[in-house]
């Protein structure tokens, strides 16, 4: 069973969606269900069944949840420093081809929010970055092709 690196609020985030799941959805459902079962014949029931589905669907994601948190490794970015690019460190890339600036984080798979600026520590790009320093140059293949960065600055937060 292999662990799965987050950082604090990555973690946090999971409890609230497992506690939305089991607090608000679960109960819903269940009325729903509930509901549907009132209006008999449930072989025919369009309702019944959509509910039904649902039921399943969020029981499986209340699994997968608890799957991850139980797994979880969380490590805490703020004790974290060094000029060395790891997980948890915030980095400022040059895109030496457009010289457009970029912002990411590398955090774990269940965080990762490329519109937040947070990468995965398993995407290509984190991959080619882990271990760099500032200054350095970095080379990653894409799905859109090869791209070519520099590594301006990192940062801890």
């Known amino acids: ?8 609020a990555g973690y946090a985030a999971l409890e609230g969606q497992l506690r939305h799941c089991q607090q ?4 819903r459902i269940i009325q729903q269900i509930t509901d549907a079962r009132t209006h008999g014949d449930l072989s025919e029931n369009a309702e019944y069944h959509a509910a039904k589905e649902a ?4 029981e499986g994601h209340i699994a997968e949840l608890e799957d991850k ?19 948890g460190a915030t980095v400022t890339l040059i895109d030496e081809d457009t010289d457009k600036k970029s912002i990411w984080q590398i955090v774990g798979e269940p965080e990762a929010d490329a519109k937040k600026g947070k990468i995965s520590i398993t995407s290509p790009l984190a991959r080619a970055l882990v271990g760099k320093k500032k200054g350095a140059q970095v080379e990653v293949v894409t799905p859109g092709g090869a791209k070519a960065y520099e590594v ?6």
């Open 24 to 27: 608000v959805e679960r109960p």
């Open 1 to 8: 069973m292999d662990k799965i690196p987050m950082t604090a």
């Open 69 to 87: 948190l139980a797994r979880a490794e969380v490590i805490d970015v703020s004790k974290l420093s060094g000029d060395t690019i790891t997980f």
């Open 55 to 58: 039921q399943s669907l969020n």
């Open 152 to 157: 301006v600055k990192v940062e801890w937060k």
